[in-house]
């Protein structure tokens, strides 16, 4: 499927881009680290875990016509973890999601990517009312969604526990 969204974006000071295949290195500090990914994965992963998970990403683009970017900062060409649009086929509608390796976070880094991702989405997809779903207990990303403007909708079930569904706005942030 052709892209619905541009695939790659700057901002003041990140690339949002597709995944390219050593991607997957700098993507291992966020998915190597159980504090990072303990309300998403419950559990750190292999480096093979980290490989697929990209992969499927990537992937992502191919079925829904947009996706996760890579997050580069343009200081270092580090990529910094992924934010972007993802909606596997059990969620329960289309969301803005972010992960950044551990001694990214507290930088602003993953809202500049966000309020990028949300005009993005107004932009190009403007038929899809993003969510972000969010496990109760995770308390930083339940704060950047409301930095970002995402509201509260509803508490919901998903697998095995109570998730927050925020909505992002409809008009820029």
């Not at 990403?57 to 079925?63: A, K, L």
């Not at 993953?110 to 779903?133: H, M, W």
Request: some cysteine; charged content about 25%.
């Amino acid at each position: 499927m052709a892209s619905r969204v541009p695939t790659e974006v700057e901002t003041e000071r990140l690339v949002l881009r597709q995944f390219k295949e050593d991607d997957w290195v700098d993507l291992h500090q966020h998915y190597s680290d159980a504090e990072a990914t303990r309300y998403t994965y419950g559990r750190a992963f292999s480096e093979g875990e980290t490989w697929r998970t990209m992969c499927g990403m990537i992937g992502h683009w191919q079925i829904r016509g947009y996706g996760p970017y890579a997050v580069e900062e343009k200081d270092t060409a580090r990529v910094l973890g992924t934010v972007g649009f993802w909606y596997p086929n059990d969620w329960p509608s289309p969301e803005i999601k972010w992960a950044l390796a551990k001694p990214y976070w507290g930088q602003g880094f993953a809202s500049e990517a966000t309020r990028a991702i949300q005009n993005i989405g107004l932009q190009y997809l403007p038929d899809i009312k993003l969510i972000s779903l969010i496990h109760q207990q995770n308390s930083a990303s339940i704060k950047l969604a409301e930095n970002v403007g995402a509201k509260l909708e509803k508490e919901i079930e998903f697998r095995g526990s109570l998730w927050n569904l925020h909505r992002h706005p409809q008009a820029l942030v």
